[in-house]
């Protein structure tokens, strides 16, 4: 089994299961991408995981269901909430679902991550995490409908998976996450060094992702709420902005960092 690297728009990722002429696809945003490695290929689009709603993770639905025929199904695997009309195997977390085409590599638990959106969902295999917009390297997705508590227990959830796990989230979005990691704790000699390798990779336009769990649990600022230096860097940016610099729980840090995120502006790498 390979799980092959397809690119849309400018920065999303379409992970796709390629085995024995099958292809499995996880948020195709857009179908051209999907459709050129079918042509290409000749390789058979058997099933479909969406990870949350969004636009950039759907939108290219409607044309590869369109592929289906009564001898070739494809399973559309989303999250019940969101009531995606193309969706026929509805899901909440905490399911197993299988990939019956895809041997021993095709089972996955769906695990609810809340926070990005109310109904994301992410698909765990040993050493394989498909996550969407929840965490990405060096940084996680924006809250657009759930609160920091949500979200710091979905990440939370993710960072209890192996170290080995390799973390494929959806977007390319390492080159704007290494300046806010790097401001939030500029002291963290593991990010250092993860840096050098990661704006190699940049400056040479090669993509970042994945990278293993383990990696992220050293170095991405919102998986470490509970580290002295990281507390005190978010009670820095609290008290310049005049903001409530109490943060008591990992919550409270974890809030702080995603508010300080948000109105960010990166110096020019
Ligand atoms: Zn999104
Ligand atoms: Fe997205």
Not at 200 to 223: H, Y
Not at 250 to 256: C, L, S, W, Y
Request: overall charge negative.
């Amino acid at each position: 089994m390979e799980i092959l690297r397809l690119r849309a728009f400018t920065d999303n990722y379409i992970w796709s299961l390629r085995h024995n002429g099958l292809l499995a696809v996880v948020d195709p945003g857009e179908s051209g991408p999907v459709l050129d490695h079918l042509a290409q290929s000749g390789d058979r689009l058997v099933a479909i995981l969406l990870t949350h709603h969004h636009d950039d993770h759907i939108g290219g639905l409607a044309d590869l269901v369109a592929l289906e025929d009564e001898k070739n199904p494809i399973t559309v695997f989303g999250p019940a909430a969101n009531h995606i009309p193309q969706v026929n195997r509805a899901l909440q977390g905490g399911e197993t679902i299988v990939l019956p085409e895809f041997g021993d590599e095709g089972a996955f638990q769906v695990i609810a991550v809340p926070g990005h959106t109310l109904g994301h969902l992410a698909y765990y295999r040993p050493g394989t995490l498909f996550c969407g917009d929840t965490l990405f390297l060096l940084g996680c997705g924006r809250l657009f409908e759930g609160s920091p508590a949500q979200m710091w227990q979905s990440l939370s959830a993710l960072a209890a998976l192996p170290a080995d796990t390799q973390v494929y989230c959806a977007h390319e979005y390492t080159y704007m996450n290494l300046p806010f990691a790097l401001a939030v704790e500029p002291g963290n000699p593991q990010l250092q060094a993860r840096s050098v390798k990661l704006k190699e990779k940049i400056s040479l336009g090669i993509a970042t992702v994945p990278d293993t769990l383990g990696d992220e649990l050293v170095t991405n600022v919102f998986l470490r709420p509970t580290q002295p230096e990281v507390i005190a860097a978010a009670r820095r940016y609290r008290s310049e902005t005049g903001g409530d610099t109490t943060l008591a729980t990992p919550t409270e840090v974890f809030a702080a960092l995603r508010e300080w995120r948000n109105g960010y502006k990166p110096p020019t790498i």
